[in-house]
């Protein structure tokens, strides 16, 4: 059986804290790339930090990241 590959799209996306029983996923916010005029600065603000992936989509992007 060969490695499993890594989905690059994917390693560039997201990033996984320190490995472990219960290993984060961090991923960027979306609604940040473009038409900011009218968002606030404190929308804009809160939208730099990243956020954790949902527990119901980290089996996936673990898997796309051959981590599973």
Request: no cysteine; aromatic share 4%.
């Amino acid at each position: 059986m060969p490695k499993m590959k890594t989905k690059r799209a994917v390693a560039k996306r997201f990033k996984v804290t320190k490995n472990g029983k219960g290993n984060k996923i961090l991923r960027r916010h979306a609604f940040k790339s473009h038409i900011l005029t009218k968002k606030t600065s404190k929308r804009k603000r809160r939208l730099r930090k990243p956020a954790l992936v949902s527990s119901a989509d980290k089996f996936h992007v673990l898997h796309a990241l051959g981590k599973r």
